[in-house]
């Protein structure tokens, strides 16, 4: 089974900056769509952004469309999640997990699988 271990986060200012990592360990991520999700406190997780298996396709929920870029190196067997212009509403806790494809990481999160760790980011002054 996939396992993928995320590194980054912490705690930013509103307008900071944040870099996710997501790296896959003993497999390669090169068949993998990777979505990134996120659960705040009291609230269902929900679909951040999702990249194709090539890297080809990429999607981004609404919330993070402009702020938000997710990349992969399949070199490096990873992917990222650059976060600019934070805000306080994006403070949750961010998980990567791995599926064939992404139609499912905005309506069906479970559908993924290999779930990292989880990594928080706090938004805050």
């Known amino acids: 089974q996939l396992q993928l271990v995320q590194s980054g986060g912490g705690l930013v200012q509103p307008g900071g900056s944040l870099r996710l990592s997501c790296a896959a360990s003993g497999f390669t991520l090169d068949y993998s769509a990777i979505g990134w999700f996120r659960q705040a406190p009291g609230k269902e997780r929900e679909g951040v952004s999702c990249?194709?298996?090539?890297?080809?396709?990429?999607n981004y929920a609404d919330s993070v469309k402009g702020r938000f870029t997710i990349s992969r190196d399949n070199a490096k067997n990873t992917v990222y999640l650059q976060m600019n212009s934070l805000k306080p509403e994006d403070t949750a806790v961010y998980y990567c997990a791995g599926n064939s494809d992404c139609s499912g990481y905005m309506g069906a999160p479970f559908s993924f699988g290999s779930w990292g760790q989880g990594t928080q980011v706090i938004v805050s002054s």
């Open positions: 990249i194709s298996s090539s890297g080809g396709s990429t």
